[in-house]
């Protein structure tokens, strides 16, 4: 039997439950679920090759004195020697991390470096534009997708001196830049994202930097400072039952208004349970992972908001085929444009959406390891493949592009399939046409939402998918745990009110 004191139960042991956890004061006893064998939920470290992959999370976006994961790290001693320069600490990379890289076409030759920046300028300058719109009671169009089209359309008789080859290189540069904002904003198409609140997230300086021993000695610190027995792995939870009057059993001294049931038959009876799990899972699941049901307004919410996939693809070689300066192969179609409709056929054409490779370093830790990116259906699709029919793809792929017929197959593949997880079902969120940043807000609020309730803060909720201007990161996640821990805080040890000055 717990002892006295409010129970709290965080449902989720990702950056943001054990965030929440670490920060919690005043509480009587409590408890993190976590489905999965590991926490960590989107962080996760696995080995591969000599070294180490992440399949989940991969940089610190923004590695500043304003982000919570840099401190965090850098305070554990998890970081690299470059991540302390402040140099790097106060570049403004907005981002999209510069990393030399070459750029391989579809016809198998290396694109003229002058002509794909000369396109990338035009993608970034025109997608810097879209912060114009923020507010904008009337934005040109619903989409960045739309929007970035119009204005490349508008380009077009002007493009590339008006050279009809070189202005058809530029659009399939343009089409690739396309593909790699979906990988970053975890959405199928730009078309999905909304233009209006797209400028509302906030990238922090600093060029994004990795965790030398895996993202997820990150979680594992986190882990180690609560007390021993807080976090219960390989539990996860079928219902949550809100609103209710529960008692333990033989104690009838004690009513609980929340009772969270597991799928093994477990129960754990709770004042306040933190809700972590990623909007994926509560899009699918929403309906009867709580009773009674979410209000409407906060089913609206969930509904509206959007939540794609991004997958990895690692390969490890024997020998590198790129140079050692290169840290990022990337791929053009040269008969893509973003004028035109991509192929429907997920079948034949998956693979076109792989953006290209980012070089794991330093090759002395990983071996000679390439990590390949691919958002939206076609990453779905590719987790439906056997690890045979993905390595020969990704074969005869990097033989089309280098024009090497002979170039030998990669000696070991591991890859992501976060729309699979069970608990996931997907990778991150984004605003989707429809929605807005207010969802986001919406997403975040307690319930009930009667704050004169005598049972205050029954359901509270964290995770990426609820900090409104940080979303989609790990920093977001992790803030959104603090910020439902400080909820509680306030509720279970209100601020001393200062002494009354000495009567006279």
């Not at 989107?42 to 840099?70: K, Y």
């Not at 016809?107 to 923020?134: H, I, W």
């Not at 008006?162 to 790699?180: M, S, T, Y």
């Not at 079948?347 to 390891?369: D, M, R, S, T, Y």
């Amino acid at each position: 039997m717990e002892g006295g004191g409010r129970r709290v139960v965080a449902v989720g042991a990702g950056l943001a439950g054990l965030g929440a956890a670490g920060r919690l004061r005043g509480h009587g006893s409590l408890r993190l679920l976590e489905a999965a064998a590991r926490p960590g939920g989107r962080v996760c470290t696995r080995p591969f090759a000599s070294g180490l992959a992440e399949m989940g999370a991969h940089w610190i976006h923004g590695p500043s004195p304003g982000n919570p994961v840099f401190c965090l790290a850098s305070q554990y001693g998890l970081l690299g020697p470059e991540a302390a320069l402040e140099e790097n600490q106060q570049a403004e990379a907005g981002g999209h991390p510069p990393l030399p890289s070459v750029t391989y076409s579809s016809s198998g030759r290396v694109l003229s470096p002058k002509a794909v920046s000369e396109a990338r300028d035009l993608f970034y300058a025109l997608l810097a534009s879209t912060r114009a719109f923020q507010g904008s009671k009337e934005p040109p169009a619903p989409s960045v997708g739309q929007y970035l089209r119009a204005e490349i359309a508008r380009r077009v008789p002007t493009m590339a001196g008006g050279v009809e080859e070189a202005r058809r290189l530029q659009l399939a540069v343009l089409a690739a830049c396309l593909k790699l904002e979906c990988c970053i904003s975890g959405t199928h198409s730009m078309d999905l994202v909304a233009l209006e609140p797209f400028g509302e997230y906030v990238s922090l300086p600093g060029l994004d930097c990795t965790f030398p021993g895996g993202y997820s000695s990150l979680s594992e610190r986190l882990l180690s400072a609560l007390p021993e027995g807080t976090v219960l792995l390989n539990k996860p939870v079928r219902t949550i039952r809100w609103r209710g009057s529960f008692r333990e059993e033989g104690d009838d001294s004690r009513d609980f208004p929340v009772r969270v049931e597991c799928e093994d038959g477990d129960a754990f009876l709770a004042d306040h349970v933190i809700i972590t799990v990623p909007l994926g899972f509560l899009k699918e699941r929403y309906q009867e992972f709580f009773q009674p049901p979410l209000p409407e307004w906060k089913v609206e919410a969930i509904r509206r908001l959007g939540f794609g996939t991004n997958n990895k693809i690692f390969l490890e070689f024997e020998q590198p085929f790129w140079e050692p300066e290169q840290q990022l192969l990337e791929v053009v179609w040269e008969d893509e444009s973003p004028l035109e409709e991509p192929s429907a056929d997920l079948e034949a054409n998956w693979f076109k959406k792989l953006i290209g490779f980012v070089v794991l370093q330093p090759p002395e830790q990983h071996g000679h390891v390439l990590c390949g990116f691919i958002a939206g259906k076609e990453s779905e699709h590719m987790e439906t493949l056997s690890d045979a029919e993905v390595l020969s793809a990704m074969t005869r792929l990097l033989r089309r592009l280098t024009g090497n017929p002979s170039l030998p197959a990669p000696r070991s593949m591991l890859r992501s399939r976060w729309h699979s997880a069970p608990y996931t079902r997907g990778s991150y969120s984004y605003v989707a046409v429809g929605s807005s940043g207010d969802d986001i807000d919406v997403l975040a609020q307690p319930l009930p939402e009667d704050p004169q309730d005598p049972r205050p803060l029954q359901l509270l909720f964290a995770g990426e998918a609820t900090h409104r201007t940080f979303y989609s990161t790990t920093h977001g996640a992790l803030l959104s745990g603090w910020r439902e821990a400080e909820r509680l805080n306030h509720l279970l040890q209100p601020p001393i009110p200062p002494p009354l000055p000495p009567q006279p």
